[in-house]
């Protein structure tokens, strides 16, 4: 059996269970299931994910839905301004009894971290979870602990020009793999919504669990095993390249989200029951993985530029790579 024919026996039951996945949120997020997939690929990915939105539209019901789909273990942290850097990560407390201090682990312990309305906690609170994303750990007390797997962080956000709100600096928006927009369901959606209140399972704890972490760990590993040829893995080098050198943006793509873009395109592949990416793969997920990453030129951001429009010139500059691009 040849390369492609292996990896598609595991691609296909992938393929499956993720349309399930998607499914079972879709019961309490209605009428979102493109979101939806892109955040079950984000985890299947090792990613993180913000979604950015006004409140009410489902943000946090989508997160809770996810971890209770797989059984994951899921805290929620409500970030406000007067949130401690050890309120997220934990605190050592003295025992009188056995005249030693003790680790108290904080909310960041768990498969699945919901940080709510992120960006109205300081900046020096919002910094506590640079070393969890990137490294998967914590260090306190100059003692390093390694954080469960899978780790999935997803933050929920307000529109920055929210009052009470702070920017999340560079550093951080480039940690997570995605930035998705909920926005306000359909007719036809809200109108089910309105109908099955008090039927059906409202709340994301009463969804059944569609998968094990066991069967989170080997879809990861399905994810990573779908094949990139090396003509769109120049494809993706170029696309950063072009926004890197495009007249209206100020920030490109760094080095870490070509490698996002490749590992999205390649769960994106998986979900459709594919053991190789396409260029289509890889354009699915531009701008969900590069759109939070760019900063535009001052004077666009002045004149209310949106990122996507310079996203789209960006895609239409690059060429897109014809020929048989599949493992063989």
């Given at each position: 059996?040849?390369?492609?024919?292996?990896?598609?026996?595991?691609?296909?039951?992938?393929?499956?269970?993720?349309?399930?996945?998607?499914?079972?949120?879709?019961?309490?997020?209605?009428?979102?299931?493109?979101?939806?997939?892109?955040?079950?690929?984000?985890?299947?990915?090792?990613?993180?994910?913000?979604?950015?939105?006004?409140?009410?539209?489902?943000?946090?019901?989508?997160?809770?839905?996810?971890?209770?789909?797989?059984?994951?273990?899921?805290?929620?942290i409500q970030f406000t301004p007067d949130l401690l850097p050890s309120d997220v990560t934990g605190v050592s407390l003295y025992s009188r009894d056995t005249m030693t201090f003790t680790f108290r682990p904080g909310p960041i312990f768990a498969n699945l971290v919901i940080a709510d309305e992120i960006n109205r906690a300081s900046p020096k609170t919002q910094s506590a979870l640079l070393e969890a994303m990137q490294e998967r750990q914590v260090s306190t007390d100059d003692v390093t602990r390694q954080l469960p797997e899978p780790f999935m962080v997803v933050a929920t956000q307000n529109p920055i020009e929210h009052e009470g709100t702070y920017p999340l600096p560079e550093s951080q928006i480039d940690r997570f793999l995605m930035r998705l927009s909920l926005g306000y369901p359909d007719k036809g959606s809200e109108i089910a919504m309105l109908d099955a209140d008090g039927r059906g399972p409202a709340e994301p704890g009463a969804l059944p669990v569609v998968a094990d972490r066991g069967t989170v760990h080997a879809m990861i590993r399905t994810v990573k095993a779908v094949y990139t040829a090396g003509s769109l893995r120049e494809y993706i080098v170029e696309l950063a390249g072009a926004t890197r050198g495009h007249p209206a943006i100020a920030l490109g793509?760094?080095?870490?989200?070509?490698?996002?873009?490749?590992?999205?395109?390649?769960?994106?592949?998986?979900?459709?029951?594919?053991?190789?990416?396409?260029?289509?793969?890889?354009?699915?997920?531009?701008?969900?993985?590069?759109?939070?990453?760019?900063?535009?030129?001052?004077?666009?951001?002045?004149?209310?530029?949106?990122?996507?429009?310079?996203?789209?010139?960006?895609?239409r500059s690059v060429r897109i790579p014809s020929g048989r691009t599949s493992a063989s």
């Open positions: 059996m040849d390369r492609q024919s292996a990896t598609a026996v595991v691609v296909e039951p992938f393929s499956e269970l993720f349309r399930s996945i998607v499914a079972n949120v879709a019961t309490v997020v209605r009428g979102k299931d493109p979101a939806i997939g892109l955040a079950v690929i984000c985890l299947l990915c090792e990613g993180h994910l913000l979604i950015e939105d006004v409140p009410g539209v489902g943000k946090t019901t989508l997160a809770k839905a996810l971890a209770r789909s797989f059984d994951l273990e899921c805290h929620r793509m760094s080095p870490r989200s070509t490698l996002a873009l490749q590992r999205a395109a390649q769960g994106v592949a998986a979900s459709a029951g594919r053991s190789y990416v396409t260029p289509d793969d890889i354009k699915t997920v531009f701008s969900p993985v590069v759109a939070h990453r760019i900063v535009l030129q001052p004077s666009l951001v002045a004149s209310g530029t949106e990122v996507r429009e310079i996203l789209h010139d960006v895609e």
